[in-house]
């Protein structure tokens, strides 16, 4: 063997991971056992809100009126069914009277108001046999459910005459929170048992598909503590929590595949496991780092927004996504040291083949291989068609409703979204509906009747209620024409702040909130966009070196989501599939549902095109073979793209049978993204687009090309690309090589000499 072949030394990495292997997962597993009591109980310490801006002059409002006039926010409902009788009854309206008075005097209720009270038209049913009693209960989220819990059981059931059944902002964030944790614990129980099985037949090895699973639990368990740290500072949502398992397992198991398939080539070639390690983690291993990167970049955009809903993905996906890359580069090849040839035993793939020959690795991919000929000789049609699929299946987006998320976000079953559903269909004037007007300000009698006249004359203006005045604030209710959240709802808000007035004002309500929330997502929206484009930008550029492939990365990617957000819309917001997949369409997609979604299905395609450039770049700098690498990389890659991709679509299809909307949206939603990205993206669109930009793809300006040589970074092994000489001799960068029929490189002599060298090596 020549001096150039001769297997590298362990580097000081390889070194420090494998130097006292035992020693590494005694202390990892020790770590874990705290991590497990450290986050234990994190679900009944999240939020399950978030969606406003706190800056916005909506939020400033809503606390103003719940410290001031807190039966002006009412968040509690109590539904009162008389049955056949009318509410008006003598029996009845004593029964509703005693219970409106006992819950005045629950602790931490406030606001309490009834029908019987008020004989406000509002609070009675129009069919006579349901009313409300209404209250504020104070507090933040936990105090609030905290109250919940304790007082519900004394008012929920059968009270003589009538039946009460609890409803109110409250309940359904109490439901929802509940339930997400249900849901959560029954998709761990699908996910783990059927990921196991496809790792077993992908790796066929029993062994080696537990190194996968075991590196996403550390990340899950590691997450779940980070969190719990995070809620002594600040507000986080417990629906990261879904997030947490689905990249855990996802993002473990990716890197995982990645590693353990790259150690078991190695071994194949005659290495001993020491030095396959130490060339995994110089190959692999890199790419691993920069996918995570890549990937936190894109969640970590989450950061810009106000909400602390998108805020808390970007808290849980950055934590979970350091932790997978970190027990993936430090755990893992402590355990492959350790493992050695043993890492293919229990092979389960044996029981089905008997009496066939087993492929060599040299055999394995070539179906990959023939397809990446075939789309490399048809490379037009393919760019055209798969483009043109994308953008169509996009096309529903167009048409996206933007609204809040309220409790048609839990299964029909739910109370708090019977009572709210009741409301909604037999109660007139849409309670709960109105824009509340917060005055501040010394202000005459006077002055408040003609500012009242003023709003009641704005187009969108159904009724104006009040004022109610309290020292030197008053409140004012202006119940819009329509739907709470409609267009009209909305340009009543604008029209609202508009108007003159003699007095401060602020303006909050469902509506104000949808108005407030989308201005702050579209203010903030192209910072985040630039972030992620120019973070990606330069990561892919010290990957690859060159200036065109980080752009087809960044736009390909974008155009792989292309389907998600149509299906979102046709799906989700327009109802088709309803009924099959369980869920009430509001009609309408929660504002920050889809920027959500898009940073992390941008992270996770970017995760794969990391994977496939690497390897492409790995084939590239060792034969300076441009088409030929495009059909290595995606011979040898394809099969662990697309394995990835179904274990991951399979973790968050688990996420997505969730009852709650908003998380069957984003489970589906995201599973739907990432298998367009492996199977039509990956495999068709981007060697169809790397083969029309042909040599130039590689191309970058002096003073560019020279940074990559000192800085960048690439998967091959600095020994084997002193071979990329012998390749340029034969294919140089700006010169087209020999072409064989099909349109590929005809390797010559020198050619195959590089590659017959690798091979043995």
């Known amino acids: 063997m020549t001096e150039v072949n001769k297997p590298p030394r362990p580097g000081g990495w390889t070194r420090f991971v494998t130097a006292r292997p035992r020693v590494s997962l005694l202390l990892a597993l020790l770590i874990t056992a705290l991590a497990v009591l450290a986050g234990s109980g994190v679900a009944d310490r999240l939020g399950s809100g978030g969606w406003e801006d706190p800056a916005a002059q909506s939020t400033y409002a809503t606390k103003a009126l719940e410290r001031e006039f807190p039966a002006s926010q009412p968040n509690l409902l109590l539904l009162v069914d008389s049955g056949s009788a009318s509410v008006d009854a003598p029996a009845v309206a004593a029964e509703s009277e005693r219970l409106t008075a006992q819950l005045a005097g629950e602790k931490g209720v406030t606001g309490v108001g009834s029908y019987w009270g008020t004989k406000s038209p509002e609070l009675r049913a129009k069919d006579g ?50 339930i997400i944790k249900e849901d959560l614990a029954r998709a761990e129980m699908i996910a783990l048992p059927v990921t196991l099985v496809l790792l077993v037949m992908v790796f066929g090895s029993a062994i080696a598909a537990l190194l996968p699973l075991g590196i996403g639990i550390v990340a899950i368990l590691g997450t779940n503590a980070v969190l719990r740290g995070l809620t002594e500072f600040t507000d986080v949502s417990v629906f990261a929590l879904n997030l947490t398992t689905a990249l855990g397992l996802g993002l473990a198991i990716d890197y995982a595949l990645f590693i353990v398939r790259r150690f078991r080539e190695e071994l194949s070639t005659g290495a001993d496991p020491l030095t396959a390690v130490g060339t995994t983690l110089r190959t692999a291993g890199r790419t691993v780092l920069f996918s995570a990167l890549t990937v936190a970049v894109s969640l970590a955009a989450m950061l810009v927004f106000p909400q602390y809903f998108l805020r808390s993905f970007a808290y849980a996906g950055i934590a979970v996504v350091l932790l997978a890359a970190a027990a993936a580069l430090i755990l893992l090849p402590a355990a492959l040291a350790l493992l050695g040839h043993r890492v293919n035993s229990l092979d389960l793939r044996r029981l089905f083949r008997r009496g066939r020959p087993q492929r060599t690795s040299g055999e394995e991919g070539t179906a990959w291989a023939r397809m990446a000929t075939l789309v490399m000789r048809r490379a037009p049609l393919f760019a055209v068609a798969t483009t043109t699929v994308l953008i169509v299946l996009g096309l529903p987006f167009l048409g996206v409703k933007f609204g809040t998320a309220d409790d048609r976000q839990l299964p029909s079953t739910a109370q708090s979204h019977i009572v709210q559903q009741h409301i909604r269909d037999g109660f007139p004037g849409n309670p709960g509906g109105g824009l509340e007007v917060l005055t501040e300000g010394r202000a005459t009698q006077e002055q408040y009747t003609t500012y009242k006249s003023r709003l009641a004359a704005l187009p969108g203006a159904l009724r104006v209620d009040g004022p109610l005045v309290k020292g030197d604030s008053a409140y004012f209710t202006v119940l819009p024409k329509g739907e709470a959240v409609d267009d009209t709802a909305q340009r ?174 984003l489970g589906l939603g995201i599973a739907l993204a990432v298998l367009m990205d492996a199977m039509i993206v990956r495999s068709l669109l981007v060697p169809a687009v790397m083969r029309l930009t042909g040599a130039a793809t590689w191309w970058a300006p002096g003073p560019l090309r020279r940074f990559h040589e000192r800085f960048g970074l690439s998967e091959g092994d600095g020994e084997r690309n002193a071979l990329r000489g012998a ?35």
């Not at 609030?144 to 409803?167: C, F, M, N, Q, S």
């Open 129 to 178: 046999h349901e009313a409300l009693i209404a209250a504020h209960i104070s507090g933040d989220e936990k105090a609030a459910a905290d109250t919940l819990d304790r007082i519900a059981p004394r008012y929920r059931g059968a009270h003589g005459p009538v039946k009460v059944e609890v409803g109110g902002m409250v309940a359904v964030r109490h439901d929802m929170q509940t």
């Open 727 to 761: 390749g340029n001799c034969a294919t140089s960068h700006n010169a087209p090589a020999d072409r064989d029929e099909d349109g590929t490189a005809d390797e010559s002599g020198a050619l195959r000499t590089v590659r017959r060298t690798r091979e043995r090596t």
């Open 492 to 665: 009543l808000v604008g029209e609202v702040r508009a108007a003159k007035a003699p007095f401060d004002t602020s303006v909050t309500g469902t509506a104000a909130v949808l108005v407030d929330s989308k201005h702050a997502i579209a203010d903030r929206l192209p910072w985040a966009a630039a972030f992620i484009a120019v973070v990606t930008l330069i990561l892919v550029f010290l990957l690859t070196g060159s200036v065109l492939i980080p752009v087809q990365a960044v736009v390909l990617n974008a155009l792989s989501l292309t389907a998600m957000f149509g299906a979102v819309v046709w799906v989700f917001q327009d109802g088709h599939l309803s009924s099959l997949l369980g869920f009430t369409s509001p009609g309408s997609i929660e504002t920050t549902l889809p920027v959500l979604m898009f940073c992390v299905a941008f992270g996770l395609s970017m995760d794969y095109g990391v994977f496939l450039l690497s390897r492409i770049k790995e084939e590239y700098d060792e034969t300076g073979d441009h088409n030929e690498a495009v059909r290595h990389g995606l011979q040898r890659t394809g099969g662990l793209i697309t394995a990835a991709a179904v274990i991951l679509a399979v973790v968050m299809v688990a996420i997505g049978t969730s009852r709650v909307t908003n998380t069957k949206m």
